[in-house]
């Protein structure tokens, strides 16, 4: 098996609690939850051979409630 990496990850509280919320869903650990959808965003970016937005180092909003 592959040794994973570990990488420090700094979420806002917002985006924190959707992605435990969700993980919660899908009976997954939010580690395990974010490294899913960086997964599966992965495999869509060589299926579409699209790159990344150029606005990526800008904050993300979220409609979160």
Do not use: H
């Not at 869903?25 to 580690?31: C, E, I, K, L």
């Amino acid at each position: 098996m592959a040794e994973k990496k570990q990488v420090p990850l700094r979420l806002s509280a917002k985006l924190y609690d959707a992605i435990a919320a969700w993980a919660e869903d899908d009976f997954r650990s939010v580690n395990g939850q974010i490294e899913y959808l960086l997964t599966e965003c992965v495999k869509q970016r060589k299926k579409d051979g699209k790159y990344v937005s150029e606005t990526l180092d800008e904050a993300p909003e979220f409609d979160i409630k």
